[in-house]
């Protein structure tokens, strides 16, 4: 079984927690994604790794609580375990040869982007990290990326902490400052991506990015995952999840992800419901 | 010793729900012979002496053996027949076509009906499944291990035979449960998934490992899997990637693979009334092809509500690959087949919702490289085809994970693994493969015989090592 052995808090959307998975933990690499079901009848939902400890043989898993699902699997704690947990999925991010880098994250793609920071500032690259949230409450892992960065920008859309903007404000900045980048990494949601790759095509500069579509197995057997790269059909859990960010067909991807949006708010006001029972 | 023979030029027909009825639940559709029926049927089998059944058989089950047993009323003893040959009988017996192997060369054909070998397979499974409350007897152990990837009918296959030779076996399933398609694509209606799960019990009652949640490739190599005391490895990790047409518009919403839809439907069983898993409730629904898979994608997309459905296939009825029964089942409950009919483009509205298919007619020109008529586009046929949901159900092709992970195995063009005859040996030594992931798409009983040889030669290759 797949133990929950630390839980925290966030803020108050998103939940940290550390898995015992040590066969998972001992292969995993920045950009791979995990599968778990909370429960024996829940959803599987893919999550990017955010982080692992290989002599530990915990995996970290950060997320935001938008669904039943993530509901469910909130509603665990320390101790207690995971129906199922399957990883390491997907093509690891990489990383060969990148001497600077900026890398940008969005709300709680933050923490997919940050153990790609980790890995980077590990390797000896310059790293810069742009992180981007709606307000000062949403702010998650500042000191993690602050002890991987050479520089890190933190921008509110409000202005409540930081500097009141947009990731692709400071991004132009640095980039206007002189700033050379080998490549832009950007994660996040998928409008962020869409504007930091528009940004990063007219410099010219190479950006990946990384998708998280609706998928069931990840191992290459539904094809609902499937997105348009540079024209051709390709399936994030197989052939991604990172792919070039200026070949990637964004608004299709954005269509795609409202899918089940009736069926996700309805499964969220349900959950409530039940949470809410089992409280009483 | 039967006397009697039953001399009736046709098979006993099988019990069936109503069509009215089960288009609308998800309750197995073939209710299954009585013990008089089956008795009954089984005086029809004349035990020819060169048993043409028998070859026609992937797997060589000993057919006029157990249908000799039948019809003396001694079913354990046609269940252990049966056994010696297959792991999975229940299942075989239902999802087999046997008019294309065994009932193809049935004598009593020639003059009327086949003799209904796989309904009577079916009921033997099921009569023991019922009866006999026995656990299987636990092989002597041989004190040698072998790694079997995927716990589909390939796999289990290869699992139970070489268990029962006395192998510790471990299978790897990347998905939370075993059983490959027999879970995730083939729909309760046709085989309940409680007849897989006493198939795979029986198993693990024999010694079987089976590990969930694992994904080779990924979590483990197959180098690794040798590191930890393997002496073989057998890949059955079935089809991949579905295939798509490269049309515009195959991207909104509202276009599934059948293995996307199918497994909402029966693996995360989107058909339950509480089920937490999404999907579409359609109300016009296309299913492009014409296989099993097509018929099993259209007759669910029945079930879980819509009005209309329809089977959209590019060459006549003649030529549907499925099971000339799926095909007559699907008629029954509704299904409209458009034959003779390609999709060009799926059309959507603002929303990014498919909301038409546009279509051309064909028709059937000169014989191709297969032997079968090419389907040639009948000039100025478009058409729209009025539907919200596209099911493409064209095939698939071999999952890349464990090719992308394993130096010196071998692959075709078409991503299958290269083997060596019939005996599954792959280009890398000790190691297997056989099974939709060597073959590409095709049947579970073919799967099943590819498993069945393989486990043989990896059994005879670790005998002849040591």
């Known amino acids: ?280 | 010793m039967a006397i009697n023979k039953n001399m009736d030029p046709k098979k006993c027909p099988m019990p069936v729900q109503d069509p009215m009825i089960r288009r609308n639940n998800f309750e197995e559709v073939a209710l299954g012979y009585t013990y008089e029926m089956a008795v009954n049927e089984a005086k029809r089998c004349l035990n020819c002496k060169n048993k043409p059944c028998r070859s026609a058989c992937p797997v060589q089950i000993d057919i006029p053996a157990f249908i000799e047993r039948v019809a003396d009323e001694d079913m354990e003893g046609a269940y252990k027949i049966i056994s010696q040959s297959s792991s999975l009988p229940a299942v075989c017996g239902r999802v087999c076509p046997q008019e294309k192997q065994c009932e193809s060369k049935c004598v009593r054909g020639i003059k009327g009906e086949s003799v209904g070998i796989g309904r009577l397979e079916r009921f033997v499974a099921d009569w023991h499944r019922e009866h006999c409350k026995e656990a299987p007897e636990m092989p002597v152990q041989n004190g040698h291990k072998v790694a079997i990837i995927g716990a589909g009918p390939s796999g289990l296959t290869a699992a139970g035979d070489l268990a029962k030779l006395g192998y510790k076996v471990t299978v790897y399933e990347a998905l939370h449960l075993a059983g490959g398609v027999l879970v995730y694509g083939i729909p309760e209606f046709r085989l309940p998934k409680i007849i897989v799960q006493k198939e795979i019990d029986n198993l693990k009652a024999i010694g079987v490992d089976v590990e969930t949640n694992m994904v080779i490739g990924k979590v483990l190599t197959i180098d690794e899997l040798f590191e930890m005391g393997n002496e073989a490895v057998y890949i059955g990790s079935g089809a991949g990637l579905p295939r798509f047409m490269n049309i515009p518009g195959e991207s909104l919403k509202g276009v599934y693979s059948a293995n996307e839809y199918l497994t909402r439907i029966n693996l995360m069983k989107a058909y339950l009334p509480d089920s937490k898993t999404p999907i579409k409730h359609s109300k016009k629904v296309a299913v492009v092809g014409g296989g099993n898979v097509a018929m099993d994608a259209a007759r669910s997309a029945k079930r879980m509500g819509a009005d209309e459905v329809y089977i959209v296939y590019r060459r006549g009825m003649e030529e549907l690959p499925a099971r000339k029964e799926e095909v007559e089942h699907a008629e029954e409950e509704g299904i409209i087949f458009k034959t003779l009919t390609n999709p060009v483009e799926v059309l959507g509205n603002e929303a990014g919702e498919v909301c038409g298919m546009k279509c051309v007619e064909m028709e059937l020109g000169e014989p191709d490289a297969s032997g079968r008529r090419r389907p040639v586009t009948k000039e100025n046929s478009e058409f729209i085809l009025n539907v919200d949901t596209m099911i493409m159900a064209i095939g698939t092709s071999p999952n890349p994970l464990i090719r992308s992970t394993t130096p010196g195995l071998e692959t075709n063009t078409k991503g299958c693994i290269v083997t060596d005859g019939d005996n599954g040996l792959t280009t890398r030594e000790g190691v297997y493969a056989g099974g939709d992931a060597v073959t590409g798409a095709a049947t579970v009983i073919l799967a099943m015989g590819a498993g069945k040889a393989a486990a043989k030669a990896i059994d005879e290759y670790i005998k002849n090592k040591s």
Not at chain 1, 45 to 65: E, N, S
Not at chain 1, 80 to 95: N, R
Not at chain 1, 98 to 111: E, F, I, W, Y
């Open chain 1, 1 to 280: 079984m797949y133990k929950i052995v630390r839980k925290k808090v966030l803020n108050p959307t998103v939940t940290l927690m550390d898995i015992e998975a040590p066969l998972i933990a001992k292969k995993a690499e920045p950009g791979q994604f995990i599968i778990f079901r909370a429960k024996e009848d829940s959803e599987r939902v893919p999550l990017t790794i955010a982080d692992f400890d290989r002599d530990k043989g915990t995996v970290t898993i950060i997320f935001q609580i938008v669904g039943g699902a993530t509901m469910e699997l909130n509603s665990l704690n320390e101790g207690d375990c995971l129906h199922d947990f399957v990883g390491p999925l997907g093509k690891p991010s990489e990383t060969d040869g990148l001497k600077k880098v900026a890398v940008v994250g969005g709300g709680v793609g933050c923490a997919i982007a940050y153990p790609i920071a980790k890995k980077l500032h590990n390797l000896g690259c310059e790293v810069h990290s742009i992180v981007g949230f709606r307000n000062k409450d949403l702010v998650i892992l500042e000191d993690e990326f602050k002890n991987v960065s050479d520089k890190l920008c933190m921008m509110t859309d409000d202005g409540s902490y930081g500097t009141k903007g947009l990731v692709t404000n400071a991004l132009e900045e640095l980039i206007k400052e002189g700033n050379q980048y080998d490549e832009v990494i950007a994660i996040g949601p998928v409008i962020m991506m869409k504007f930091v790759c528009m940004l990063t095509k007219k410099y010219d500069i190479k950006t990946i990015v990384s998708m998280n579509p609706i998928m069931i197995d990840g191992t290459g057997m539904c094809g609902g995952c499937r997105l348009t790269v540079g024209g051709e059909t390709k399936f994030a859990c197989v052939d991604g999840p990172d792919f070039d960010g200026h070949l990637v067909d964004f608004d299709e991807a954005m269509h795609r992800g409202t899918m089940y949006r009736d069926f996700e708010a309805h499964a969220r006001e349900s959950s409530c419901n039940l949470l809410n029972k089992e409280v009483k």
